[in-house]
């Protein structure tokens, strides 16, 4: 009851919001949990789906979740993201409430702004757009594997999920010696060469979870 009296207080608080976006949910980005959502414009309060990825018709979070860089960066994020053969604005801002960080997520539906040219593309060609466009964030443009950025906004989920389900992980760091001087002998083209050489090998032992 508390999350849902909060909810109703930032809508009434932010009254544009209603006009604008087509739903408003809050998040904990660390559980990948939806508190509580509401529909647009009729400001209905209802618990949908549990994990917040499960609103995107996904089974796994989002390798690019803007909460948890909301609240990292702590600064308003927004993105492009896809359900289906639609695209949406996401917008994420960061909260405190009772001693914890929670995310206002804000969806709206710009399908048919031309935002983004889809035409005759079906929803998986969508998809895979929408997701190249938001990978350069957390992606190494070179070795095209998750850069920092992907670290620490995926680490505390990670954290919270192996201290609730009781299971373990590893995470390691490889830190490559002598670029500079394989650089100045061969050129930049050739340390590239070996960046992508070690990420591909370092894929072969990774999960795609």
């Known amino acids: 009851m508390e999350q849902e009296a909060l909810l109703k207080r930032i809508l009434r608080e932010l009254d544009l919001v209603g006009q604008f976006y087509d739903s408003?949910?809050?998040?904990?980005?660390?559980?990948?949990?939806?508190?509580?959502?509401?529909?647009?414009?009729?400001?209905?309060?209802?618990?949908?789906?549990?994990?917040?990825?499960?609103?995107?018709?996904?089974?796994?979070?989002?390798?690019?979740?803007?909460?948890?860089?909301?609240?990292?960066?702590?600064?308003?994020?927004?993105?492009?993201?896809?359900?289906?053969?639609r695209i949406f604005i996401q917008t994420a801002v960061p909260i405190d409430y009772e001693g914890k960080r929670l995310v206002v997520e804000s969806m709206k539906d710009v399908t048919e702004d031309g935002i983004i040219d889809i035409a005759n593309m079906d929803s998986f060609q969508i998809r895979k757009l929408i997701?190249?466009?938001?990978?350069?964030?957390?992606?190494?443009?070179?070795?095209?594997?998750?850069?920092?950025?992907?670290?620490?906004?995926?680490?505390?989920?990670?954290?919270?999920?192996?201290?609730?389900?009781?299971?373990?992980f590893a995470l390691f760091r490889i830190k490559l010696r002598n670029l500079d001087a394989i650089e100045d002998a061969c050129g930049r083209e050739t340390v590239n060469y070996a960046l992508k050489n070690v990420a591909a090998i370092l894929k072969m032992f990774t999960r795609a979870d």
């Not at 009729?42 to 796994?60: Q, S, V, Y």
């Not at 070179?142 to 950025?149: D, G, K, L, T, Y």
């Not at 680490?155 to 999920?161: K, V, Y």
């Open 24 to 85: 408003i949910r809050l998040v904990d980005p660390v559980r990948k949990t939806v508190e509580i959502a509401s529909a647009m414009p009729e400001n209905a309060l209802t618990k949908e789906i549990p994990e917040c990825h499960g609103f995107w018709d996904k089974t796994l979070p989002c390798t690019n979740c803007i909460s948890m860089r909301a609240i990292r960066q702590n600064r308003t994020i927004v993105k492009l993201e896809s359900k289906g053969s």
């Open 131 to 168: 997701e190249q466009k938001n990978s350069a964030i957390i992606k190494d443009a070179i070795a095209r594997i998750n850069n920092e950025a992907f670290i620490f906004e995926r680490l505390p989920a990670d954290l919270e999920r192996a201290y609730r389900e009781r299971t373990s």
